[in-house]
């Protein structure tokens, strides 16, 4: 049942008063939102959840990270960036325009965000973290002059590239990430971009990763990334591992909110919006976040 199904269904049960099909919806949205709410006071406990690790570890968590993602993406490249049976490759071509134009979303966001908050854009370089295979990279690339589209997946760069190339788009560079330390080599940007990816990795990477990348903003660029910072039951530690894996081949995983804002505020960025999302689907706590450097350096 879609949403107009459901209005339709509560419609007719309310058809004597429409005050009775306000309060019914009214109830509907206040209960899902107290459950949801609920989520987030259970587990994510900033302690149980191990962040500080050497970098000899953090490398090797990372190259379970780039293994799962290199056999997904050689497996089913679009299944694996929008976990929905009609992308995967049995079905993918008659779902391929549905699947590129989901990817409207980042730049659309990006500049909704910027209204709202009094930021003005500098379409110069753009980082997106993970670009997958190019969802959201080919309209990123259509305005700003140049992205530089950073993945672990050969398979997914690959379809990544292929797609740009038929879009007619050359102001790319797309690289093939082997080493987490490689991000510590990039040069500066003027926003950074990343969806459905900082997730994917153990809470110590994804804190050496927005640590390392956020330092890296210029001056008036933007930030715009989203990543889960909780789910309930979740804890995590090198050495007992994790207890929230995804069936898929890929991991998923949590990174407490304050850790992000600590690394927001530790580079002197300015945080203008927080914003709840459905990207880690209803169960987790998914956030973007959305800023600014408005240092003068
Ligand atoms: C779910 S897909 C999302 C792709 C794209 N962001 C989108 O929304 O269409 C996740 C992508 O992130 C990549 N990825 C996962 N961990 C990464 C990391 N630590 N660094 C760079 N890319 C990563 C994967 O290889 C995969 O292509």
Same mark, same amino acid.
């Given at each position: 049942?879609?949403?107009?199904?459901?209005?339709?269904?509560?419609?007719?049960?309310?058809?004597?008063?429409?005050?009775?099909?306000?309060?019914?919806?009214? @109830?509907?949205? %206040?209960?899902?939102?107290?459950? #949801?709410?609920?989520? &987030?006071?259970?587990?994510?406990? +900033? !302690?149980?959840? $191990?962040?500080? @690790?050497?970098? %000899?570890?953090?490398?090797?968590? #990372?190259?379970?990270? &780039?293994?799962?993602?290199?056999? +997904? !993406?050689?497996? $089913?490249?679009?299944?694996?960036?929008?976990?929905?049976?009609?992308?995967?490759?049995?079905?993918?071509?008659?779902?391929?325009?549905?699947?590129?134009?989901?990817?409207?979303?980042?730049?659309?966001?990006?500049?909704?965000?910027?209204?709202?908050?009094?930021?003005?854009?500098?379409?110069?370089?753009?980082?997106?973290?993970?670009?997958?295979?190019?969802?959201?990279?080919?309209?990123?690339?259509?305005?700003?002059?140049?992205?530089?589209?950073?993945?672990?997946?050969?398979?997914?760069?690959?379809?990544?590239?292929?797609?740009?190339?038929?879009?007619?788009?050359?102001?790319?560079?797309?690289?093939?990430?082997?080493?987490?330390?490689?991000?510590?080599?990039?040069?500066?940007?003027?926003?950074?971009?990343?969806?459905?990816?900082?997730?994917?990795?153990?809470?110590?990477?994804?804190?050496?990763?927005?640590?390392?990348?956020?330092?890296?903003?210029?001056?008036?660029?933007?930030?715009?990334?989203?990543?889960?910072?909780?789910?309930?039951?979740?804890?995590?530690?090198?050495?007992?591992?994790?207890?929230?894996?995804?069936?898929?081949?890929?991991?998923?995983?949590?990174?407490?909110?304050?850790?992000?804002?600590?690394?927001?505020?530790?580079?002197?960025?300015?945080?203008?919006?927080?914003?709840?999302?459905?990207?880690?689907?209803?169960?987790?706590?998914?956030?973007?976040?959305?800023?600014?450097?408005?240092?003068?350096?």
């Amino acid at each position: 049942m879609n949403i107009n199904d459901a209005i339709a269904f509560l419609s007719v049960a309310a058809t004597p008063s429409i005050d009775t099909f306000n309060q019914a919806i009214t @109830v509907i949205r %206040e209960d899902t939102l107290d459950a #949801f709410i609920a989520t &987030q006071f259970k587990g994510g406990n +900033v !302690g149980s959840i $191990e962040v500080n @690790v050497s970098k %000899e570890v953090l490398f090797r968590l #990372f190259e379970r990270i &780039q293994q799962q993602w290199m056999a +997904v !993406g050689e497996r $089913e490249p679009y299944a694996s960036v929008l976990a929905d049976g009609k992308y995967m490759m049995a079905n993918i071509a008659e779902n391929l325009t549905e699947f590129r134009s989901s990817g409207a979303m980042g730049i659309q966001q990006l500049q909704q965000l910027a209204v709202k908050n009094g930021v003005n854009l500098n379409y110069g370089s753009c980082l997106e973290l993970g670009c997958g295979v190019g969802r959201l990279t080919g309209y990123l690339a259509h305005h700003f002059k140049t992205v530089t589209g950073i993945d672990i997946s050969p398979g997914n760069l690959r379809v990544c590239a292929a797609y740009l190339n038929e879009l007619g788009l050359h102001n790319t560079d797309l690289r093939l990430m082997k080493n987490l330390s490689e991000l510590e080599t990039l040069e500066g940007f003027d926003a950074f971009i990343s969806f459905l990816v900082i997730q994917h990795n153990e809470p110590p990477i994804q804190k050496y990763m927005l640590d390392t990348v956020l330092a890296k903003l210029r001056p008036g660029g933007v930030f715009m990334f989203q990543t889960i910072v909780n789910a309930p039951g979740y804890a995590y530690s090198v050495e007992g591992n994790f207890n929230y894996k995804d069936v898929q081949g890929y991991e998923m995983h949590a990174l407490p909110m304050q850790h992000i804002l600590k690394i927001i505020q530790k580079h002197g960025l300015t945080l203008l919006d927080v914003l709840k999302d459905r990207q880690g689907g209803w169960s987790v706590d998914s956030y973007t976040f959305f800023g600014v450097n408005s240092r003068n350096d």
